[in-house]
T-cell receptor, first 112, second 116 residues
Framework: ELKVEQNPLFLSMQEGKNYTIYCNYS?????LYWYRQDPGKSLESLFV?????AVKQEGRLMASLDTKARLSTLHITAAVHDLSATYFC????????????FGTGTRLQVFP | ETGVTQTPRHLVMGMTNKKSLKCEQH?????MYWYKQSAKKPLELMFV???????ENNSVPSRFSPECPNSSHLFLHLHTLQPEDSALYLC???????????????FGEGSRLTVL
């Protein structure tokens, strides 16, 4: 059974600071996605990572994937308040093509 | 209208009621999903439909009954629910490969269900 763990679960950071959210998973995968969820809202797709070494950047967010280490990171550069949200990674196991298994989420709060 | 739309957005029901959640996708996708999001728990996959065929039932109690009449519409029929079923129910769609490999998911706004 695929397990997906994110850490930290909660992150409170000051504006202008950098930080990284980690997503570890327990079995072979070739698809990893990052989503953002604002309170009371649905999930918004941020990044799609489909190969080892993939790196994608959008604004102050950068995601990377290391399939050998079974690890993805979401790096936040010079955080701003608008980035406050919950961030989820989701992993597609090779053995079950239908599923995407979500991590527990990282709730990010950026304060002045 | 674009994207994935869900109705109703909020639903309050008693344990003996029967209700349905509706999802419609306007993205031309061939796969649709129901997820359950409870407080302090990861998103739980409930059902998957690829090309209108149910391919996944993730040990969901029979009081939840999905229906997928075509590739654009997905329903979740609810009856004799329990208070612990109160949650946000999210519908999603994706463009799955011919082998059924799920692609990037696009989510609806969710239906917030409260069972009294």
């Amino acid at each position: 059974e695929l397990k997906v763990e994110q850490n930290p679960l909660f992150l409170s950071m000051q504006e202008g600071k950098n930080y990284t959210i980690y997503c570890n998973y327990s079995t072979t995968s070739d698809r990893l996605y990052w989503y953002r969820q604002d309170p009371g809202k649905s999930l918004e797709s941020l990044f799609v990572l489909l190969s080892n070494g993939a790196v994608k950047q959008e604004g102050r967010l950068m995601a990377s994937l290391d399939t050998k280490a079974r690890l993805s990171t979401l790096h936040i550069t010079a955080a701003v308040h608008d980035l406050s949200a919950t961030y989820f990674c989701a992993v597609g196991p090779v053995y079950n093509t239908d599923k995407l298994i979500f991590g527990t989420g990282t709730r990010l709060q950026v304060f002045p | 209208e674009t994207g994935v739309t869900q109705t109703p957005r909020h639903l309050v029901m008693g344990m003996t009621n029967k209700k349905s959640l509706k999802c419609e996708q306007h993205l031309g996708h061939n796969a649709m999903y129901w997820y359950k999001q409870s407080a302090k728990k990861p998103l739980e996959l409930m059902f998957v439909y690829n090309f209108k065929e149910q391919t996944e039932n993730n040990s969901v109690p029979s009081r939840f009954s999905p229906e997928c009449p075509n590739s654009s519409h997905l329903f979740l029929h609810l009856h004799t629910l329990q208070p612990e079923d109160s949650a946000l129910y999210l519908c999603a769609s994706s463009q799955a490969s011919r082998q059924g490999r799920a692609g990037e998911l696009f989510f609806g706004e969710g239906s917030r269900l409260t069972v009294l």
